[in-house]
């Protein structure tokens, strides 16, 4: 298993990895901009409509 494959993933930037990039965060499991996103219903439709975006896309590169 790869030591990427390991880390917590971003639930914002699709794809990529949590990189603490928030003070005092230890994962998204505590970020507070996840939070902040996913508690405001037109944010986390934004945020949904990417990632369905983002997962079609995905899936094309891969076959
Ligand atoms: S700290 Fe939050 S915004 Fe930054 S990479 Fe991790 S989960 Fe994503």
């Known amino acids: ?24 965060v230890t994962g998204p499991e505590d970020c507070q901009t996840v939070a902040l996103v996913m508690s405001d219903p037109e944010l986390k439709a934004e945020w949904a409509r990417g ?5 079609k896309e995905h899936r094309k590169a891969r076959t």
Do not use: D
């Not at 990632?51 to 997962?55: T, Y």
């Open 1 to 24: 298993m790869s030591k990427r494959a390991n880390l917590p993933q971003c639930p914002l930037r699709y794809g990529e990895p949590c990189t603490l990039c928030q003070a005092f």
């Open 51 to 55: 990632r369905a975006e983002w997962m």
